[in-house]
């Protein structure tokens, strides 16, 4: 710990940020895009955060807040006149850091340009990106930097899907070499030839299946796609399972039984599963079919008592020990907790530690 607070960009931010783009882009409305491409020190935000400025001044998102954003934003104004694109480099003082919460200053390095409407590409463009995020699709988003502070033309822009899909402006041999080369989790600065890419990595959220609709469920379903995972809640009983009782879920599914409750389910290495049924029987089944997936997360809620029964059932049934040893059970990190409220913390704090590559 060196005593300097910082934040970094925040997934469910992201996504917001760029459907808004999207949107102003559908209805017409040009606008300048302000990318922290990397930082050093307690910068209060990390390389891929964004503001998109409007021609009245508005923004959305965000780079950081106080004097820095405040710069950014004259910057903006400059841009809508000249469409030129700048790379600037930001140095926060310690004392602009105390007027913005910070304990000591940093640097951050800044691309800003015009994001012409007029341009149908532009457009399709960023559709693709909130449609990537929308859907949870894995993805890279890689944007050229000009090598010079100033420059008439805009950036290259790519978007990449796990799928092979190429977007954008870049050619596609250079976007699969720099795919290559990135292996990171964050986003970072990519050398290839003579140029530096930004590389940024979409829908690292995962996905997180919820398997029983009772009480934990939820108060974890809201939580969990709080904190940016795609949220599905799954049981057999419709009076539960249901939109009333979880509005913000992506999907809410009734399977026939818990016999088939990851049939069909896009179930990859990104997914969660998280089985909190209303009986042990009931945990036990899903659990068996949850071992069979690809999952990069399963756990299971229940006393170390129960689960040694349900682990010891299912080596009976031909699982191996390397099988139950991927289930977090109990599930939820150890902090006490007693009611609902406080199992869906422990739980979504498990997931986030997962999700961070921790476990």
């Given at each position: 710990?060196?005593g300097?607070?910082?934040?970094?960009s925040?997934?469910v931010?992201c996504?917001s940020?760029f459907k808004?783009?999207a949107?102003?882009?559908?209805?017409?409305e040009?606008?300048?895009l302000?990318t922290i491409i990397n930082?050093?020190?307690?910068a209060?935000?990390?390389?891929?955060?964004?503001?998109a400025?409007?021609?009245d001044g508005s923004?959305?998102?965000?780079?950081?807040?106080?004097?820095?954003?405040a710069?950014?934003?004259?910057l903006?104004?400059?841009?809508f006149?000249?469409r030129?694109?700048?790379?600037?480099k930001?140095?926060?003082?310690p004392e602009?850091?105390?007027r913005?919460?910070m304990i000591?200053?940093?640097q951050?390095?800044?691309?800003i340009?015009f994001v012409?409407a007029?341009?149908a590409f532009q457009?399709?463009?960023?559709q693709d990106v909130?449609a990537t995020?929308?859907?949870y699709?894995?993805?890279?988003?890689?944007?050229?930097i000009?090598?010079?502070e100033?420059?008439?033309e805009?950036?290259?822009?790519g978007?990449?899907?796990?799928d092979g899909?190429l977007?954008g402006?870049?050619d596609?041999?250079?976007m699969?070499?720099?795919?290559a080369r990135f292996g990171?989790r964050?986003p970072d600065v990519?050398r290839?030839g003579?140029e530096?890419?930004?590389?940024?990595p979409?829908?690292?959220e995962?996905?997180?299946?919820i398997?029983?609709?009772?009480?934990?469920?939820?108060?974890?379903?809201?939580l969990?796609?709080?904190?940016?995972f795609r949220?599905?809640?799954l049981?057999?009983r419709?009076?539960?399972?249901?939109?009333?009782r979880?509005?913000?879920?992506d999907a809410?599914?009734?399977?026939?039984s818990?016999?088939?409750a990851?049939?069909?389910?896009?179930i990859?290495?990104?997914?969660?599963?998280?089985i909190?049924?209303?009986?042990?029987?009931?945990?036990?089944?899903?659990?068996g079919?949850?071992?069979a997936?690809?999952a990069?997360?399963?756990?299971m809620i229940?006393?170390?008592r129960?689960?040694?029964?349900v682990y010891?059932?299912?080596?009976?049934?031909?699982f191996?020990r390397?099988?139950?040893?991927?289930?977090h059970?109990?599930?939820?990190l150890?902090?006490?907790a007693?009611?609902p409220?406080e199992i869906a913390?422990?739980?979504?704090?498990?997931?986030?530690?997962?999700?961070?590559g921790k476990?």
């Open positions: 710990m060196n300097c607070l910082s934040f970094t925040n997934p931010d996504m940020v808004g783009i949107k102003l882009l559908s209805e017409g040009s606008l300048v302000a930082r050093s020190g307690s209060p935000r990390s390389a891929g955060s964004r503001m400025v409007r021609s923004i959305l998102g965000t780079v950081g807040g106080g004097i820095l954003e710069r950014v934003q004259e903006a104004a400059s841009v006149e000249n030129r694109t700048l790379v600037r930001f140095t926060l003082t602009d850091a105390s913005m919460g000591c200053g940093g951050v390095r800044v691309l340009h012409d007029s341009e457009s399709r463009f960023y909130a995020l929308d859907a699709r894995q993805a890279l988003l890689v944007t050229l000009p090598a010079e100033e420059v008439f805009r950036p290259g822009c978007l990449t899907g796990k899909s977007k402006t870049l596609s041999v250079l699969r070499e720099i795919a990171g964050q990519v290839y003579e530096d890419f930004l590389v940024e979409l829908s690292k995962g996905s997180v299946f398997f029983g609709a009772g009480h934990i469920a939820r108060e974890l379903a809201p969990a796609k709080l904190v940016g949220t599905t809640v049981d057999d419709q009076e539960f399972a249901n939109r009333a979880f509005p913000s879920a809410v599914l009734v399977p026939d818990f016999e088939t990851v049939d069909g389910l896009d990859d290495e990104e997914s969660c599963l998280v909190v049924t209303r009986g042990h029987a009931h945990d036990k089944t899903v659990l079919q949850a071992l997936t690809k990069g997360y399963i756990g229940g006393s170390r129960k689960r040694d029964a010891e059932a299912l080596l009976k049934e031909g191996t390397a099988d139950v040893e991927r289930v059970s109990p599930i939820g150890d902090i006490g007693e009611t409220e913390v422990s739980i979504v704090a498990e997931l986030i530690r997962a999700r961070a476990l």
